[in-house]
């Protein structure tokens, strides 16, 4: 390469990690500022952490979503890597339009499920809640866990199943002994893939949430309405810090299970 | 044990869809024996493999292992153990853990595992590695492996699907003979699919040649290669010539045949019989070219070029009615020989094999 090149790619490759990166730097450093307006350095403080904890709309509206995460990749999870062993493994009328279906989720926009839900427990006179955001959750999740696990499960070796039951592994002791270790890196990728989705969805979740089940963004999106609260920027630090620490740990078991 | 059959294949028939990959198949495996099956790709001998081991459950027809019916048996439920071409061993245990699998399924106390499984190693000659992961270790090493996980368990029938496909000539010739001998000194019935003739005939102790989901020979290793009862097998065997003949005459022992204008003799036999057409097979290395007639010459052509390969030299001749046929030679006596010269050729009327269809 040539080194004028490489000064250029060098620039540009900077450029884009700033453009990444800086919002959420400044985002970080204003939650120690002193000044109740986001916009001028005034002084390092701790406060926002203080009100943050004692904000009880806040600490409940992410209780809400964690409780929606947690139970959404728990589902997602567990049917979507089910739908892929039978996609995987089986071959039955309908296989190719069944697994369309499953894609569809993916790529149709997410106010589309969130207007249908709606009409949908309009029609069914459901009142609305926490309950009531879980279905489309997991509907935009599941596909995502069976896309993931899928993936994983092509670079898998049919003979090694057969293998193991050559060996006098019974279905149930080939799969949790054989195939689930395998696959495992598959099955926890899509699982934190469904987590990060539930937890930060606003439109699904705002469409179908009841009054006082907000979740984090629903709340976030309400309370910055009135400008910018120095909380919101102590809470975003918080989660950009737990999430980095969540990427680095399952980035770590993956390479070791691999 | 009461019966000298260890596996019995009983008419069986295996479809996929609409296409028959064997068809009809009876095949009697003997008690210690070691069997090859034989082919080209597509002839059904993997999916048999695959019946016997129960991956495959036939369409028609009973599959028995050891006295017992088990067509309808899952394949963790028989006693056979299989060496897989790609040997598939398990990339997330290391070599013991991989090896003790069968046992640890088997609920087999903590310390029979560990000694069968040093026992199993040292049969393969690997007691060094067993806590490496399958990826650290080179083809050849993973082979061994496969065979000592399958070994271990002490199985009635050992099946082995290509085992030594993947591995480069030389390691496929030392692991050809290791094999064998640790065939021999196991004593458990070998079944071995294999398309490498060569390494059928230096294997078995009898080959089942198979073409199109059918067997077309069964046999000792000499008797697949000096008398092929089929033009399918002779060709498939070793290198040979084949001859599209007519009987044409019979003269005390001897049938004649005519080669579209040339004749040849063979041996007679009783199933021959006048103006009939068949074929006629003489291998290469059975055949002697002289730039003189003999009293054993057979056929006269003319000579078009030599291939020396190592240990043989190629002649190829053209005989007059414009067929060409191939004789080894070890020494090469015809120096100074061009093309366009006449030769003789000459054989042995009894290395000769005649065969119909």
Redesign the interface.
């Given at each position: 390469m040539r080194p004028k090149t490489k000064k250029i790619l060098f620039v540009f490759t900077t450029l884009v990690f700033m453009f990444f990166y800086i919002p959420i730097i400044i985002l970080m450093a204003f939650s120690f500022n002193d000044s109740k307006v986001g916009t001028v350095w005034t002084g390092f403080t701790f406060k926002w952490y203080g009100s943050l904890f004692s904000n009880e709309a806040i600490i409940n509206s992410v209780t809400n979503s964690l409780i929606i995460a947690v139970v959404t990749t728990l589902i997602a999870t567990v049917f979507g890597t089910l739908a892929a062993l039978a996609i995987h493994r089986y071959n039955f009328p309908g296989k190719q339009a069944i697994n369309f279906l499953f894609y569809i989720p993916v790529v149709i926009p997410d106010i589309i499920v969130a207007v249908a839900l709606l009409a949908l427990y309009g029609w069914l006179d459901v009142t609305l809640g926490i309950a009531t955001v879980f279905p489309g959750h997991v509907a935009i999740t599941i596909s995502y866990v069976m896309l993931v696990v899928i993936a994983r499960m092509a670079g898998l070796d049919a003979s090694l199943e057969e293998a193991a039951k050559d060996l006098g592994a019974n279905e149930w002791q080939t799969f949790w002994k054989i195939t689930f270790p395998l696959i495992f890196p598959g099955v926890l990728a899509g699982a934190l893939l469904a987590f990060t989705i539930s937890l930060d969805e606003f439109v699904i979740s705002y469409f179908t949430t009841g009054p006082g089940s907000d979740t984090l963004p629903v709340l976030v999106y309400s309370m910055v309405r009135l400008g910018v609260s120095p909380e919101i920027n102590a809470l975003s630090t918080i989660m950009v810090l737990l999430i980095v620490i969540m990427v680095f740990a399952t980035g770590r078991k993956m390479s070791v299970s691999k | 044990m009461t019966s000298e059959y260890m596996v019995q294949l009983k008419n069986i028939t295996k479809k996929f869809g609409k296409d028959t990959a064997v068809n009809e198949l009876n095949l009697d495996v003997k008690v210690g024996e070691f069997l090859t099956l034989l082919g080209p790709s597509g002839c059904g001998k993997t999916t048999t493999l695959r019946m016997i081991?129960?991956?495959e459950k036939p369409t028609e027809g009973e599959v028995w292992i050891d006295e017992k019916q088990v067509a309808k048996i899952?394949?963790?439920k028989r006693e056979?153990?299989?060496v897989?071409?790609?040997y598939?061993?398990?990339?997330?245990m290391n070599v013991f853990e991989n090896i003790a699998?069968?046992l640890k399924?088997?609920k087999t106390g903590k310390d029979e595992v560990e000694e069968r499984v040093r026992n199993a190693l040292k049969l393969v000659q690997l007691e060094d590695y067993v806590n490496r992961k399958p990826k650290q270790l080179s083809g050849g090493q993973q082979q061994r492996i496969a065979i000592a996980?399958?070994i271990v368990?002490n199985p009635k029938v050992l099946l082995l699907d290509e085992p030594l496909g993947a591995l480069d000539l030389k390691l496929r010739k030392q692991m050809q003979l290791e094999l064998k001998h640790l065939q021999q000194s196991l004593g458990i019935t070998f079944i071995y699919v294999t398309h490498d003739q060569e390494e059928a005939l230096t294997m078995s102790d009898r080959i089942v040649v198979m073409n199109e989901g059918k067997i077309e020979q069964v046999g000792l290793p000499h008797e697949i290669y000096e008398k092929p009862v089929s033009k399918f097998v002779a060709d498939f065997i070793g290198e040979t010539n084949i001859f599209e003949c007519v009987v044409s005459e019979f003269k005390g022992d001897y049938a004649y045949l005519d080669i579209k204008g040339v004749t040849v003799v063979t041996p007679k036999n009783d199933t021959l019989q006048l103006d009939e057409s068949v074929y006629m097979s003489i291998r290469p290395e059975k055949a002697k070219v002289t730039l003189t007639k003999t009293q054993d010459t057979l056929l006269s052509g003319t000579f078009k070029e030599k291939i020396y390969v190592g240990s043989i030299t190629k002649i190829i001749i053209e005989l007059p009615n414009g067929r060409e046929m191939v004789v080894n030679e070890v020494e090469d006596d015809l120096i100074g020989i061009k093309s366009g010269n006449e030769v003789y050729v000459s054989w042995q009327p009894e290395d000769s094999v005649v065969f119909k269809g």
């Open positions: - | 081991a129960g991956f899952e394949p963790y056979v153990n299989t897989f071409q790609s598939s061993l398990f990339p997330h699998f069968g399924m088997k996980r399958a368990n």
